[in-house]
């Protein structure tokens, strides 16, 4: 009588998944490290509530460009592009409608300023000419 390898209760079981077998694809572990994330947990790395994260997408026009395979039954999961986003300021000042605190908005507004400041500040470097 041949005997088959019981692979327990879990109805997903990925191989190649650099350590966490149940949890996530291999692809989704890399996404991770890239800084694409679920939304709960891109919005937290930001420091951000949810709908907040959601209105600054909205504000630039940013949407979840792939998905992956997580968790016990293999779900479909948006991730979304912390590294992307975080770069332009009509993001920070999108969040920053989501809050009725003047404090935070007014954080996350200077958070979009200072981004501003600083793409003008690396235009004007790249634009300057040395003279001999």
Known sequence: MRRFKRWGRRTAYYGANHGNEYSKSARASDAESAGRLPITRAAKSLG???????????????????????GKYATMVDYW??????????????????YKSNAKRSLLDSFGEEIRHNQYRDAIRQHQTVSI
């Open 48 to 70: 951000l509530s949810v709908d907040a994260f959601r209105a600054g997408c909205r504000a630039i026009g940013y949407h979840s460009t792939e998905w992956h395979h997580v």
């Open 81 to 98: 592009d912390t590294v992307f986003v975080r770069a332009f300021p009509a993001f920070w000042e999108g969040a920053a409608t989501a």
